[in-house]
């Protein structure tokens, strides 16, 4: 039971870091603009640099997270400190309901426009593996308002397990929160088209908001009711 808590918290932050549709929008954008301009293979190539990017980024970042907290606090987080932090996912939960898309029927997400503009422009003149992989990097890194307080639960998390159990449940994390832009290339691949994926998204986006939205707060209900109150 004392392991089973923590990696459920893993699981379910993966699972809501999966659902955010930032990675998933400028993947899309970068197959669309690279289909039109290189081989099959040299896209697939920046879809797998794309994707190793963002891979990345997780890791690292729940990584240097893990590490600061066991820096600087040296265990988990006390009943009173994950207060804030269930405070902080039901306000992201309201968010999420209310402005991560923008209105209007697109898949428009709350960034400013003008970094939706860079994003949008560097993932349409991305040539090289090297772009591809800082594209990646760069849209994981712009969730970040919503993705971070999922990063110091799963971090938390961490702090209750031992070393290799540790590692395992980064691995876990990070592979979830990857498993949407790896299912994205291989529909592509079976031959669904980007149009035929972004109709989908279209279609779903208040089905897609609402299931993220409601992830964040069934996760600051499990907090709340196995870590502060200690059910």
């Known amino acids: 039971m004392d392991m089973l808590i923590p990696f459920a918290e893993v699981f379910l932050a993966a699972l809501i870091h999966a659902s955010m549709q930032l990675g998933l929008g400028a993947l899309l954008l970068l197959y669309h603009a690279s289909l039109g301009k290189h081989i099959k293979k040299k896209t697939r190539n920046l879809v ?18 893990a590490f600061i907290m066991d820096r600087y606090f040296s265990e988990a987080l006390y009943p009173e400190e994950l207060m804030i932090v269930v405070g ?25 426009r003008t970094v939706a503009r860079f994003v949008d422009r560097r993932a349409k003149d991305t040539n090289s593996n090297t772009e591809a992989f800082s594209l ?49 290339r ?23 908001r609402a299931l993220t939205g409601a992830g964040f707060l069934v996760l600051a209900i499990f907090i709340f009711a196995f870590e502060v109150i200690s059910i």
């Open 48 to 65: 797998d640099s794309y994707i190793a990017g963002i891979g990345t980024l997780v890791f690292l970042g729940l990584g240097a997270v």
């Open 88 to 112: 902080m996912l039901i306000a992201l939960a309201i968010a999420v309901w209310a402005i991560y898309y923008r209105r209007g029927r697109s898949t428009e997400l709350w960034l400013p």
């Open 136 to 184: 990646g990097m760069l849209t994981s890194l712009a969730e970040m308002p919503f993705t971070l307080v999922l990063v110091v639960v799963a971090s938390n998390s961490l702090m209750r397990l031992e070393p290799l159990q540790q590692l395992i449940a980064l691995v876990l994390y990070t592979v979830i929160s990857i498993t949407p832009p790896i299912i994205l």
């Open 186 to 208: 291989l529909a592509i691949r079976k031959g669904h088209t980007v149009v035929d994926i972004q109709r989908w998204r279209v279609k779903y986006k208040t089905f897609l």
